[in-house]
């Protein structure tokens, strides 16, 4: 019997482990390419609008997505807590964070899902960030909408799994 609880008991700890992974991340595009801000697969794209459902098995840090200014940061939609895989799932809580960058302003929401109800973030107004630049954290399993300045559309496309701080998404 206990060697079953210690197997238990390391199975959680080895999950825990990998899914609190934090891999920094830099790539080789241009210096004004915007990069996703997170891990995940697309579930919505339309123009300037992105949304990205990130599942147990991506990282949930959340990357810069340009060099940028933090503009605000905002915890919105206190309370609402639907499946992040839900369409509704735009209004749940969450934090939004306004990145000023050479185009214009970067909207970026990391929000909840059903179960977990934890972002962290490591940023503050004014900071002055690289792109790639780790900046936040949601636990287990989330979504993190995006919205680009008036004069970027988004070259991705609903299904495409995209790695924070690395792909291109305009």
Do not use: W
């Amino acid at each position: 019997m206990l060697n079953k609880f210690v197997l238990f008991i390391s199975i959680i700890i080895l999950f825990l482990l990998y899914f609190n992974r934090s891999p920094n991340r830099k790539n080789r595009l241009q210096d004004n390419i915007i990069v996703s801000p997170c891990d995940g697969k697309v579930t919505y794209s339309n123009g300037r609008n992105i949304s990205i459902f990130l599942s147990v098995f991506d990282v949930h840090v959340q990357y810069v997505p340009i060099k940028s200014k933090v503009i605000d940061i905002k915890t919105v939609n206190v309370g609402n807590h639907i499946l992040a895989t839900n369409p509704k799932s735009s209004h749940n809580e969450g934090v939004r964070v306004v990145f000023r960058c050479q185009y214009g302003d970067i909207v970026v929401t990391q929000r909840v899902g059903f179960f977990v109800r934890r972002i962290i973030n490591s940023i503050k107004k004014n900071d002055i960030l690289n792109r790639s630049d780790k900046y936040g954290f949601i636990t287990f399993g989330s979504r993190v909408d995006i919205i680009l300045p008036e004069n970027k559309i988004s070259c991705l496309k609903v299904g495409d799994k995209l790695i924070g701080g690395i792909t291109r998404i305009s």
